[in-house]
């Protein structure tokens, strides 16, 4: 294989030239410019010293810019997006800890640690703690790790490639792959050095396997030529937006849960009411207004409206949580008491048009997750040495950043999650074992109470196992339409193949029931409408971790 256009790789390189595409390139991405450069060094198209020098001042540059930005910005830079994502506000009191107790050691262990530069650096600009020591030792990391790292290469890069050429021949091809490999290879030993590092590669391993982890996108291939077949069976493509009428396209994305919360007997249902969007000093008197009227005591849950997955939800302890939240969400925002629980299910329902009475098509047993300390490993160190909890550390420790090098004491409990969400970090099981014919029918007696409702899923908490068999004790958190789950499928224990075969059976049963209604005057909505819908949802939601 070879360019549309020949490039000469044996072509020497002019070395100004060359030492400002390296600096340059170091910008994008470091090791990939420091690894590119040893294979370069190794096949005898560089010099030495020039590929170091360059590599080195990428490097040292990059880590001033970094705590210049902190420096010159402060904490306004964690309102950027991608420094948001990254450096939670808890963690940067984390990076203060860590400064305080060890500079020299933090700031050396960053430069040959992956994941921890860009906080520490950035961090340390923030908080503008010894400014000059810094610098020193930012300088003599970068002067330690350029030279290892283009070494190395350079003197063990090309008997990875000389078989790679053996087999594809010279070409841009080869060096890409050597790239790559090298690349990950590199960053294998780097992460290999620390416990929280091996932690991290056996959870991106063990993610082959384990399917209820899998992106989204990846799980739902198999299930598209399914869909596509139930397309064509019943001449649409969304018909099975019109399985719920009472919910604006059946329940697909953006709808409101307290509208929907409303619908269903008040009994039954966690009370709520809606703060709606506006200035966050407006909204938090209504908010006041509202808890007072109803004599609701902390700590409340507060959730948007239109969120999905249990995004932005939050359970408040008093008014500065609240208003701090109402700056986050400006948009439409949903209050509930809190319910202890212990228990969460989700209660996957449907009635066929026409039919009586309806039925549980399965129930998830939400089991939350909960480390146990043993007075001498931190937060974050037992969330890592997790088999499970490492599979989702991110979540876990965003969203108990200000906690996370906290030891816990000997036998203390921690729960990790509040909301009975998988993606949040609660664990799903086949909840077959609650179902019972009384459970069955107090649920049929609540979704029928809804004018258009047929399919979809309930979260419900409940206190005690045997009342919520027998149908007495259930509090609705909230209602899903077509686009829930019946999310017993995420069971660690049960196969792929039974995932599938459930979920073409719950398919069957959204284009069935849709295709009913069509025929008696609910119409689908459009293909057209329904994508303007999505993306109009996805692109104004604003996404925030889940947090007590």
């Known amino acids: 294989m070879s360019l549309p256009v020949p490039i000469d790789l044996d072509l020497p390189l002019v070395p ?7 600096v340059l390139a170091t910008f994008v991405s470091e090791d990939l410019t420091c690894i590119g450069v040893g294979l370069l060094i190794a096949g005898g198209r560089a010099e030495l010293l020039l590929g170091l020098l360059g ?58 640690l992956p994941g921890t530069r860009l906080p520490l650096y950035l961090g340390a600009g923030i908080l503008g703690r ?52 090298l690349y990950l290879l590199i960053r294998v030993l780097t992460l290999s050095a620390s416990a929280v590092g091996r932690a991290k590669i056996a959870a991106k391993v063990a993610r082959l396997w384990r399917w209820e982890f899998w992106p989204t996108w990846l799980f739902y291939i198999p299930v598209v030529p399914w869909l596509a077949w ?83 939800m939050r359970r408040v302890h008093d008014l500065v949580d609240v208003e701090k939240y109402l700056h986050q969400q400006p948009g439409a925002v949903l209050v509930q008491p809190y319910h202890p629980g212990p228990h969460e299910a989700g209660i996957f329902y449907y009635r066929l048009p026409g039919e009586e009475r309806g039925h549980i098509f399965s129930i998830t047993d939400k089991q939350f997750p909960v480390v146990i300390g043993d007075g001498r490993s931190t937060l974050e160190e037992l969330v890592w040495r997790h088999p499970r909890y490492r599979m989702q550390a991110k979540t ?93 499928i995420y069971d660690p224990g049960a196969s792929l193949l039974n995932a599938y075969r459930t979920l073409y059976r719950q398919w069957s049963l959204l284009y069935r029931i849709g295709h009913a ?26 996404v925030e971790p889940l947090a007590d």
Not at 16 to 22: D, Q
Not at 265 to 290: H, N, T
Not at 519 to 541: D, E, I
Request: aromatic fraction near 10%; proline fraction near 5%.
């Open 396 to 488: 876990f420790l965003t969203r108990h950043a200000a906690e996370a090098d906290r030891i816990l004491g000997a036998g203390e409990p921690f729960r990790l999650a509040l909301a009975g969400n998988h993606c949040q970090g609660t664990m799903f099981r086949d909840g077959g074992h609650l179902l019972t014919p009384q459970l069955e029918r107090a649920v049929d007696v609540i979704a029928r109470r809804f004018a258009g409702f047929f399919i979809g899923r309930f979260d419900v908490r409940y206190a005690d196992v045997a009342a919520f068999k027998a149908g007495r004790d259930l509090a609705v958190v909230e209602l899903n339409g077509v686009t829930s789950e019946s999310t017993n």
């Open 55 to 112: 590599c080195f001042l990428g490097i040292f540059v990059s880590d001033l810019a970094l705590w210049l930005a902190g420096r010159m910005a402060g904490r306004r830079v964690l309102e950027w997006g991608w420094v948001r994502r990254r450096l939670p506000t808890g963690g940067l009191e984390r990076v203060g800890r860590w400064l305080d107790r060890n500079l020299t050691g933090a700031v050396v262990a960053a430069r040959f």
């Open 230 to 312: 139930l397309s064509l069976r019943y001449r649409s493509f969304t018909v099975w937006t019109a399985a719920n009428p009472g919910i604006p396209d059946g329940g697909v994305v953006g709808e409101s849960k307290h509208a929907i919360l409303t619908q269903l007997p008040r009994e039954w249902v966690i009370p709520s009411f809606l703060v709606p969007p506006g200035g966050a000093a407006e909204r938090l008197g209504q908010f006041r207004q509202a808890v007072r009227e109803r004599e609701w005591p902390f700590p409340l849950v507060l959730k948007p409206d239109a969120g999905q997955r249990g995004a932005g």
């Open 517 to 542: 209604n069509r025929q008696q005057g609910h119409r689908p909505t459009s293909l057209p409408a329904l994508l303007r819908t999505v993306l109009a949802y996805y692109r104004t939601a604003r």
């Open 130 to 181: 010894q400014g000059g020591r810094f610098v020193f030792w930012t300088f003599v990391a970068a002067l330690l790790w350029t030279p290892l790292l283009v070494g190395s290469v350079s003197l063990f890069g090309d008997s990875l490639a000389v078989p790679l050429r053996a087999l594809l021949g010279t070409s841009w091809l080869t060096t890409l792959l050597a790239l790559g490999m």
């Open 16 to 22: 100004w030239t060359f030492l400002g595409a390296v």
